[in-house]
């Protein structure tokens, strides 16, 4: 091994004093640089010091100068509110269609009884007394999820159940005479019978097999957009088919009887852990006297932020535990034809009062669930029907021979014993190897599917939807079409996603002018905006294509909430979104507080999204905002950074761009205890004169938006 001796070069005099020196300067310069740093450091605590001193000094007026905007607001829209609900009363009470008053047990009773006995009615009276039904029981439906009188929550269940299992039978005695009258209405094309009978929330198919083709495959009843595929040993067969598509969906609320969710746990928040940086700050808000309104309908997610918790806020209970409450929302001549599909009224009470009793069933990964499945576009009763006997004429006499009621056709077909050699007389009748039925839908155009539906079937037996038993599923996404194939004739479903456009890509709530605004939510899939102006909201999209009833239609925001979900439309929270969809955990008592200065504020000021919300911790937040008084959309530019905390809020330096979160205020800014005066530090004279001039009916429509979508915490 061979070693390399590398020879040290001696430092003369000169360069060693060279070397000297320059360490010296260089020592120089960092004791400069770290006097500076320590100088700015003093000098920036004692800014803030300043400013929070100035800002303890606001801070009875500015709360007391909130809290007076907000009872205002309150007390105004509570007897706007109150005014408006006795006028849709009278409005009600003045309608006289037929549907008798939901809370009226005996007007209820009155009309289940009398439309029980009503038979001799035409096929249009009878679908009109179907929809007076479907309109009494949703009023039934939300009175039960209501519950203001627990009392009475049972009758309302027990009348709504009445009502449904009567609905069901009049749909089956409307087929019934039809098909009774099938050979009076032959196709001279097809030699059968076919008929589309469509009313407002009924669509009606049925087919008769009158000429018994052998090679007859299905039909197409394009006017409805269903179609079915017949198997082949039924072409031959005494036999009828019904599709009935109801566009509301009666059967999951026996599903949620049967197997009700498990109650949630709800979590105690820890008591709040107090940072040195502003103990300092003292609440003054404890002797402000607040009104009780009603409850924030922000609820508290599980606890699964990753967000590093700041130090920057003190977590003493500040202004916005006793004000971010202070919102303004306040938010039998006919016998019914037995199908086995739908259960007695017995059996549905029995559902309903077990309901304690039941233990909960194993998870079956084929039930669907219906908390994160929601069925979209209605139910569908496919059914294969026992043709009924046809009224022979002769000499000018009719005879027809009397049935009692519709027979469901047995399929798939049971093969006897005796068919094949067994000698074992217990043995259980087999079921063929039969063909399997098929179904052609072209979705409804009142709706939206998001994604690729999911067909489910419904089991009577276990009362609910499953996804088994359900094969070649085949969906055309352009034509809006979608075609599966079944075991047998069975009642279907098709389901959504509940939370598929969650969570937010992002959100931006820009004003339009005095008491307008437009707010437009950024979803996972598809982006919603909905145009404010006064109580009234617009939805709009971006796609052409559905929703005819509902797109640049005004309306109040809930029923603007109710006809979205009804579509497919989901951006509104539950108490079950947070299970299912990633989240950005927020104190929801600051969350609520900041949505109702925003809408205060909204008439003269915009809010967006930040990125840096999610990285500022759970017990603060920050979001982007700026004055904007023309109707185009804000520049770029424009936007500043707020940060919100329970003591403080601010103007912050930073921006979208910067590479880390910091929680350093903007040049000149100062601190406040809400985020109103933060703004107007920045406002115009007319800005301001916009929010102080806001209607109650707007600031509350914005609020009751924000509070259900809860941007801050699902973007």
Same mark, same amino acid.
């Given at each position: 091994m061979c070693w390399k001796h590398t020879k040290k070069v001696k430092m003369t005099k000169a360069e060693r004093l060279k070397k000297q020196q320059e360490e010296a300067e260089a020592a120089r310069l960092q004791a400069e640089k770290e006097e500076q740093e320590r100088l700015e450091r003093e000098r920036k605590l004692?800014?803030?010091?300043?400013?929070?001193?100035?800002?303890?000094?606001?801070?009875?007026?500015?709360?007391?100068?909130?809290?007076?905007?907000?009872?205002?607001?309150?007390?105004?829209?509570?007897?706007?509110?109150?005014?408006a609900a006795e006028k849709a009363e009278w409005e009600r009470y003045m309608l006289c269609d037929g549907v008798p008053d939901a809370k009226d047990q005996r007007a209820v009773n009155t009309f289940v009884t009398l439309w029980k006995d009503y038979s001799d009615s035409d096929i249009g009276e009878e679908l009109e007394l179907c929809n007076a039904a479907v309109k009494l029981i949703a009023a039934l439906d939300e009175l039960v999820k209501e519950g203001k009188d627990p009392e009475l929550v049972p009758k309302y269940c027990d009348a709504l159940m009445e009502v449904q299992e009567i609905l069901h039978a009049k749909h089956l005695f409307i087929a019934e005479k039809l098909l009774k009258g099938a050979s009076d209405n032959i196709d001279p094309d097809t030699r059968n019978m076919q008929t589309v009978s469509k009313h407002k929330n009924v669509t009606l198919c049925l087919w008769a097999n009158l000429f018994k083709n052998p090679s007859f495959t299905g039909f197409d009843f394009k006017e409805a957009g269903l179609s079915f595929k017949l198997p082949g040993e039924l072409a031959v067969s005494d036999i009828a088919v019904r599709i009935l598509h109801a566009h509301y969906d009666h059967l999951s609320i026996l599903s949620r009887l049967r197997h009700p969710p498990a109650k949630p746990i709800v979590e105690e928040i820890p008591p709040p852990f107090q940072e040195p940086e502003e103990t300092q700050a003292v609440d003054c808000t404890s002797e402000l006297p607040i009104p009780s309104p009603p409850p924030?309908?922000?609820?508290? +997610?599980?606890?699964?932020?990753?967000?590093?918790?700041?130090?920057?806020?003190?977590?003493?209970?500040?202004?916005?535990?006793?004000?971010?409450?202070?919102?303004?929302?306040?938010?039998?001549?006919?016998?019914?034809?037995?199908?086995?599909?739908?259960?007695?009224?017995?059996?549905?009470?029995?559902?309903?009062?077990?309901? +304690?009793?039941?233990?909960?069933?194993?998870?079956?990964?084929?039930?669907?669930?219906?908390?994160?499945?929601?069925?979209?576009?209605?139910?569908?009763?496919?059914?294969?029907?026992?043709?009924p006997p046809q009224?022979?004429?002769?000499?000018?006499?009719?005879?027809?021979?009397?049935?009692?009621?519709?027979?469901?056709?047995?399929?798939?077909?049971?093969?006897?014993?005796?068919?094949?050699?067994?000698?074992?007389?217990?043995?259980? +009748?087999?079921?063929?190897?039969?063909?399997?039925?098929?179904v052609s839908i072209v979705l409804p155009e009142w709706v939206i599917f998001m994604e690729m539906p999911l067909v489910a079937r419904w089991n009577a037996e276990d009362a609910s939807w499953r996804k088994d038993g359900i094969t070649n599923v085949s969906y055309e996404e352009e034509e809006g079409k979608i075609s599966f194939e079944m075991e047998s004739f069975q009642i279907f479903a098709l389901m959504h996603n509940t939370f598929a456009n969650f969570p937010f890509r992002g959100w931006e709530l820009r004003p339009l002018g005095q008491n307008s605004a437009m707010f437009t939510v950024k979803g996972a899939l598809i982006e919603i905006s909905i145009t404010i102006k006064g109580s009234q909201c617009m939805l709009q999209l971006a796609q052409k294509r559905g929703l005819p009833d509902l797109v640049g239609k005004w309306m109040t925001a809930p029923a603007l909430q109710k006809a979205m979900l009804k579509a497919g439309l989901n951006i509104f929270v539950n108490e079950n979104t947070h299970k299912y969809v990633s989240v950005c955990t927020k104190n929801p008592l600051i969350e609520q507080f900041a949505y109702d200065q925003m809408a205060l504020s909204a008439s003269a000021c915009a809010f967006s999204w930040s990125k840096w919300n999610a990285t500022c911790g759970e017990e603060n937040l920050v979001l982007l905002g700026c004055e904007h008084l023309k109707v185009n959309l804000v520049p770029e530019d424009s936007w500043n950074t707020y940060f919100m905390g329970s003591q403080r809020s601010r103007q912050l330096e930073i921006t979208e761009k910067s590479e880390a979160f910091s929680t350093d205020h903007a040049a000149g800014s100062e601190f406040h205890s809400t985020l109103i005066h933060v703004l107007q530090d920045s406002m115009s004279p007319d800005g301001i004169d916009l929010v102080r001039k806001s209607h109650h009916c707007f600031i509350d429509t914005v609020q009751t938006l924000l509070s259900s979508t809860r941007p801050l915490v699902f973007s």
């Amino acid at each position: 091994m061979c070693w390399k001796h590398t020879k040290k070069v001696k430092m003369t005099k000169a360069e060693r004093l060279k070397k000297q020196q320059e360490e010296a300067e260089a020592a120089r310069l960092q004791a400069e640089k770290e006097e500076q740093e320590r100088l700015e450091r003093e000098r920036k605590l004692e800014e803030i010091q300043k400013l929070e001193e100035k800002a303890e000094q606001n801070r009875d007026l500015e709360l007391t100068e909130l809290r007076h905007l907000l009872e205002d607001n309150y007390s105004a829209i509570t007897k706007w509110k109150v005014g408006a609900a006795e006028k849709a009363e009278w409005e009600r009470y003045m309608l006289c269609d037929g549907v008798p008053d939901a809370k009226d047990q005996r007007a209820v009773n009155t009309f289940v009884t009398l439309w029980k006995d009503y038979s001799d009615s035409d096929i249009g009276e009878e679908l009109e007394l179907c929809n007076a039904a479907v309109k009494l029981i949703a009023a039934l439906d939300e009175l039960v999820k209501e519950g203001k009188d627990p009392e009475l929550v049972p009758k309302y269940c027990d009348a709504l159940m009445e009502v449904q299992e009567i609905l069901h039978a009049k749909h089956l005695f409307i087929a019934e005479k039809l098909l009774k009258g099938a050979s009076d209405n032959i196709d001279p094309d097809t030699r059968n019978m076919q008929t589309v009978s469509k009313h407002k929330n009924v669509t009606l198919c049925l087919w008769a097999n009158l000429f018994k083709n052998p090679s007859f495959t299905g039909f197409d009843f394009k006017e409805a957009g269903l179609s079915f595929k017949l198997p082949g040993e039924l072409a031959v067969s005494d036999i009828a088919v019904r599709i009935l598509h109801a566009h509301y969906d009666h059967l999951s609320i026996l599903s949620r009887l049967r197997h009700p969710p498990a109650k949630p746990i709800v979590e105690e928040i820890p008591p709040p852990f107090q940072e040195p940086e502003e103990t300092q700050a003292v609440d003054c808000t404890s002797e402000l006297p607040i009104p009780s309104p009603p409850p924030s309908p922000i609820s508290e +997610p599980s606890r699964k932020s990753t967000s590093p918790p700041s130090s920057e806020e003190s977590m003493t209970p500040t202004q916005t535990e006793v004000l971010s409450g202070q919102s303004s929302s306040l938010v039998s001549c006919v016998t019914p034809i037995k199908d086995p599909s739908w259960p007695s009224l017995a059996q549905l009470n029995y559902l309903s009062s077990a309901v +304690p009793e039941l233990e909960e069933p194993e998870n079956d990964p084929e039930v669907v669930n219906l908390v994160q499945y929601t069925t979209l576009g209605g139910v569908f009763y496919y059914d294969l029907l026992q043709l009924p006997p046809q009224p022979i004429r002769r000499k000018g006499y009719t005879i027809l021979q009397m049935v009692d009621g519709l027979k469901v056709f047995p399929y798939p077909i049971k093969r006897p014993n005796n068919e094949e050699s067994s000698d074992d007389p217990s043995e259980t +009748p087999q079921i063929k190897a039969c063909s399997p039925v098929g179904v052609s839908i072209v979705l409804p155009e009142w709706v939206i599917f998001m994604e690729m539906p999911l067909v489910a079937r419904w089991n009577a037996e276990d009362a609910s939807w499953r996804k088994d038993g359900i094969t070649n599923v085949s969906y055309e996404e352009e034509e809006g079409k979608i075609s599966f194939e079944m075991e047998s004739f069975q009642i279907f479903a098709l389901m959504h996603n509940t939370f598929a456009n969650f969570p937010f890509r992002g959100w931006e709530l820009r004003p339009l002018g005095q008491n307008s605004a437009m707010f437009t939510v950024k979803g996972a899939l598809i982006e919603i905006s909905i145009t404010i102006k006064g109580s009234q909201c617009m939805l709009q999209l971006a796609q052409k294509r559905g929703l005819p009833d509902l797109v640049g239609k005004w309306m109040t925001a809930p029923a603007l909430q109710k006809a979205m979900l009804k579509a497919g439309l989901n951006i509104f929270v539950n108490e079950n979104t947070h299970k299912y969809v990633s989240v950005c955990t927020k104190n929801p008592l600051i969350e609520q507080f900041a949505y109702d200065q925003m809408a205060l504020s909204a008439s003269a000021c915009a809010f967006s999204w930040s990125k840096w919300n999610a990285t500022c911790g759970e017990e603060n937040l920050v979001l982007l905002g700026c004055e904007h008084l023309k109707v185009n959309l804000v520049p770029e530019d424009s936007w500043n950074t707020y940060f919100m905390g329970s003591q403080r809020s601010r103007q912050l330096e930073i921006t979208e761009k910067s590479e880390a979160f910091s929680t350093d205020h903007a040049a000149g800014s100062e601190f406040h205890s809400t985020l109103i005066h933060v703004l107007q530090d920045s406002m115009s004279p007319d800005g301001i004169d916009l929010v102080r001039k806001s209607h109650h009916c707007f600031i509350d429509t914005v609020q009751t938006l924000l509070s259900s979508t809860r941007p801050l915490v699902f973007s």
